[in-house]
């Protein structure tokens, strides 16, 4: 989806990926199209880590044959060696600066200075993780604050990545607010936990014993760029996962720093060589049974092994030419269009974030004629479709459906401590960006507005709101009124947020939650 609506950025993604998958498409359909770019970065990706090994190690007995174990025997290598997600041409990118910045230290001029500027801004344009990149390979060389050059990258780096910051700004900074604000949670031991355990696993569980183990001793072939790239990501995820959760892949980048230095280990120091070859084998036995696990008909739920094709093209087959909304799932909606080549939208409730449909969508009528609502779950009456033991849904049909999840609400003035049962006020101001006019007296709409309470546990309760004087939207136009709701929520902190509720269904969000509110 990415591919076929190009931009220069996207809800929580710079726009790299959507390039990658756009010019795969033009070359083969299908999945071919979506993974081919993805395949070619890899084999370059591991060409740079190659050529990063020093020229002595390189022409060593073995050097090869350990280079290949340990690109294959390292997990994140063999996921994002085909699929494709924004990590790999982060990946893609970090190898091709990193070896660039290693020559930019060695020869500092103007060509070096260019590269390494256009490396900077394919970095942040594949993953916002690419700023740790430049940002801890700089720290490993305070140095070159005093180089000329290095401005002159840092210069053409930032003017390559203006159209990106452009269109943050058109878009309210979606990304830097979702990422930074909407993905924290809150503090929980588990997590941490989780994150080491993610570590083990992610870096090979039998490769990074060698690693830290050897590091702690102090090997003079540790280089101090790579020392920065290594802890620096392995260090800031680990503060990251005490404000929330922190995927496994987010580390990926510290594979690349680890297999130069088990390169030149293995090859050098012959104690370590016998604990290697026992772990190499190993680890190539189990990541070749679980790529075979991959490709194989076995009957497991698994998103590898459960195409779903049919599945879409049943739903397709019950819409009648309606257009398919699908609830709080932009995958869903995406596979939809992917496998049946119908337009699809992912329509979000309240307790879902927002996603890149919201932007996606560009239409020009709040009221969206003959729309077949695809749920995941009862609600509003929906009727039950039973697939196969396996798949099920639930569906309602709708001649007229409100779209209006585009419309935005600000608390002006809202009290931040109520009692339990309290009558509270509030002054709000409501923005239609849309460019028609929206009739919230029309029957056909029949939307009701309430006020939700967010508790950091992710349980939520909605009251309605009273008073609420808005009746028509114009286009493009804001208004500013005042509401009461009742705080009809047992003790606790909150955040709140308004949402509107249409005919039955759960409630959409038109605020942030960013509102605290303390029940006494």
Not at 113 to 138: E, N, R, T
Not at 238 to 259: C, D, K, N
Not at 314 to 333: K, L
Request: proline letters at 5%; glycine letters at 6%.
């Amino acid at each position: 989806m990415f591919g076929k609506h190009l931009d220069w950025g996207f809800f929580d993604h710079p726009p790299m990926v959507g390039l990658m998958t756009y010019l795969g498409g033009l070359m083969f359909p299908g999945e071919l199209g979506v993974r081919l770019l993805t395949i070619i970065m890899s084999l370059v990706m591991f060409y740079c880590i190659w050529l990063m090994i020093p020229e002595p190690d390189r022409k060593k007995n073995n050097a090869i044959v350990v280079f290949a174990v340990l690109i294959f025997a390292n997990p994140l290598f063999n996921i994002y060696s085909f699929i494709t997600t924004p990590d790999m041409p982060l990946l893609f990118f970090s190898a091709l600066y990193l070896l660039f910045f290693q020559r930019f230290l060695d020869k500092s001029n103007f060509t070096n200075a260019l590269i390494l500027g256009v490396l900077m801004a394919g970095l942040i344009y594949s993953k916002y993780h690419g700023i740790l990149v430049i940002g801890f390979s700089v720290l490993s060389s305070l140095s070159l604050f005093k180089s000329r050059n290095f401005y002159i990258a840092c210069i053409t780096g930032i003017l390559l990545y203006l159209p990106h910051l452009f269109w943050q700004y058109q878009h309210d900074f979606v990304s830097f607010e979702y990422h930074l604000f909407y993905r924290s949670r809150y503090f929980s031991w588990n997590n941490f936990m989780t994150y080491l355990f993610n570590m083990l696993a992610v870096l090979n569980p039998f490769m990074l014993p060698l690693f830290l183990v050897s590091f702690i001793k102090r090997d003079e072939s540790q280089s101090r760029l790579m020392n920065f790239m290594f802890w620096g990501f392995i260090g800031f995820f680990a503060f990251t996962s005490l404000r929330g959760h922190v995927e496994p892949h987010w580390i990926a980048v510290a594979a690349i720093p680890m297999t130069l230095y088990l390169h030149h280990l293995v090859l050098k120091h012959d104690k370590y060589w016998k604990y290697f070859k026992i772990t190499g084998i190993t680890s190539l036995i189990l990541i070749f049974i679980l790529r075979l696990v991959l490709i194989l008909p076995l009957p497991i739920k698994s998103e590898f092994h459960t195409h779903r094709q049919s599945f879409y093209q049943n739903i397709q087959d019950m819409a009648q030419g309606r257009e398919v909304f699908f609830n709080n799932s932009y995958t869903e909606a995406s596979k939809y269009s992917f496998y049946t080549g119908d337009p699809s939208f992912s329509y979000n409730f309240i307790s879902f974030r927002k996603n890149q449909y919201d932007l996606f969508e560009s239409r020009d009528a709040a009221i969206q004629p003959n729309v077949m609502f695809v749920l995941f779950g009862n609600q509003g009456g929906a009727k039950h479709e039973v697939l196969n033991e396996h798949e099920d849904y639930y569906y309602i049909n709708f001649d007229k459906f409100p779209l209006v999840n585009k419309l935005k609400i600000e608390m002006i003035e809202c009290p931040e401590i109520a009692n339990e049962g309290d009558e509270v006020k509030a002054k709000m101001i409501i923005h239609n960006p849309h460019d028609f006019d929206i009739d919230l007296r029309n029957p056909d709409e029949k939307l009701y507005w309430e006020i939700y309470f967010f508790e950091m546990k992710e349980r939520i309760k909605g009251v309605p709101m009273a008073g609420v004087p808005i009746e028509y939207l114009s286009a493009n136009s804001s208004q500013t009124f005042e509401i009461t709701f009742k705080v009809d929520i047992h003790p606790g902190v909150y955040t709140i947020g308004a949402g509107l509720q249409p005919k039955g269904l759960t409630a959409i969000s038109v605020s942030k939650r960013s509102y605290p509110l303390t029940v006494n």
